[in-house]
DNA sequence: CGAAGTTTTGAGAAACCTCAACCGATGTGG
DNA sequence: CCACATCGGTTGAGGTTTCTCAAAACTTCG
């Protein structure tokens, strides 16, 4: 049995949800000085702190955004995968810093639309503005949220929840298995941990039978179960 | 000696930065629609969850939004100080729910304007509007940036970083006394903990002459040594 | 002044981290 | 195509940090 993780998974910039509030004008507009780069795995998008002067929507693969904390540690802020939109901050920060770093978890495809082209649009239609605002307050929510409950809920239960919040995002396979590649580094940075406990952790849900645990792919098993240890 | 924890603190509306950027006539449509509300020490503003239709901007006083985790333990996602802006969530999410809930922390005054007059000013007025976004995707990088603290400092770092920005935040008096009065317990929840660890934390503090305790005062006695305790 | 809420301390337990070693997979160059 | 190097995964032992529970002392406010 071949348990083959990453299925193309690709978007045209047409079936992007936020780019629907643009007029055809405005699409021709986009598609005339957006371009797409291509990222090889492991390769850099760009670094907390440099300067940055356009955003990324991603079309293909699955880019990392993450910040590193002090003691060199890093923390995965959240996996980008195609249709999302990556660097909006530089939109509106003076300096146009970036504020996280980004790195393809594989080959990946991404579009990158000049500040000044987004900015005209975001100037000349507010529905789109407006969806772009709702975007950015539901990450700030996330975060908050993310945080409320990472700060009293065990290891434990925040692996449990990060599990099913990848089921959400990259769905399963035929098998439950997770449609995602990803080391155990990268989800024990995710939530707030090392290797070495995360992988405890995912021991004790195969020996319970929640997941599956075959090389580097997880199985779904039992989702309620994980469900409720997750405690959301 | 008298040491006062709560000078009075107060703006106009005209004193808070974001509304400089609106025309007297918009000025005027904010007058015309807003209004001042009171709040009594411990009294409620919004609960998390619940309908909303407009924003708070606190003129006076100081005001905590918060989320309640699993276990009913909240986490405190900020203390608003005069000036800051409270719920614009709000103005984008589709069912206008709050995020957080908010609480006074001492008598406060805060000014709510409905969100048909806010959403009526960021369609018209673009350079408001961008300094909205801006405050909002600040938002996103400062909870995203203390997340990545969070889930690699120890307790001691966190609270040595939460007392150097309560006092950039609120200020200290001329013997270095923190101009704001705060339970152990919000100060607990606002690093993640539970009052006994904090205190503990406090009262090695104490030990080591970076800061005095007298009764719920805080008085700094070594910032630069702070500084470096929180590894900023 | 007294009730209620807050702060402090202690003891013990639990969760998680660090370090170190080893295994297995993957990839590379001769 | 194999040998080797590298990287990722796993396990164990031991230590540290932080939490829980309980009790006592102190503040605040009506």
Request: hydrophobic fraction near 35%; aromatic fraction near 14%; charge should be positive.
């Given at each position: 049995m071949i348990l083959e993780a990453n299925p193309t998974r690709e978007v045209k910039l047409q079936d992007?949800?936020?780019?629907?509030?643009?007029?055809?004008e405005e699409h021709a507009l986009i598609e005339e000085h957006?371009?797409?780069?291509?990222?090889?795995?492991?390769s850099i998008l760009f670094h907390e702190g440099s300067i940055n002067s356009g955003i990324y929507i991603?079309?293909?693969?699955?880019?990392?955004?993450?910040?590193?904390?002090?003691?060199?540690?890093?923390?995965?802020i959240g996996l980008m995968k195609p249709g999302d939109i990556m660097a909006y901050h530089s939109l509106f920060s003076n300096r146009s810093v970036n504020n996280t770093s980004a790195k393809a978890c594989e080959d990946s495809e991404v579009c990158y639309i000049p500040n000044s082209?987004?900015?005209?649009?975001?100037?000349?239609?507010?529905?789109?503005?407006?969806?772009?605002?709702?975007?950015?307050s539901s990450d700030v929510n996330t975060s908050n949220t993310f945080l409320t409950g990472f700060v009293q809920k065990s290891l434990r239960e925040r692996t449990a929840e990060l599990l099913l919040s990848l089921k959400e995002d990259f769905g399963v396979d035929e098998f439950g298995g997770l449609q995602l590649r990803i080391t155990r580094k990268d989800l024990a940075c995710m939530v707030g941990t090392v290797p070495e406990s995360l992988i405890r952790v995912l021991a004790d849900f195969k020996r319970e039978r929640l997941v599956d645990l075959?090389?580097?792919?997880?199985i779904f098993l039992d989702t309620s179960e994980l469900r409720k240890l997750a405690n959301i």
């Open positions: 992007i949800k936020i780019l629907d509030y643009l007029s055809d957006a371009h797409t780069r291509y990222y090889k795995k492991r991603v079309k293909k693969g699955v880019i990392k955004t993450y910040k590193v904390g002090p003691y060199g540690r890093y923390y995965i082209i987004v900015t005209k649009l975001l100037e000349s239609n507010w529905s789109f503005t407006k969806k772009m605002m709702e975007l950015i075959v090389s580097r792919k997880i």
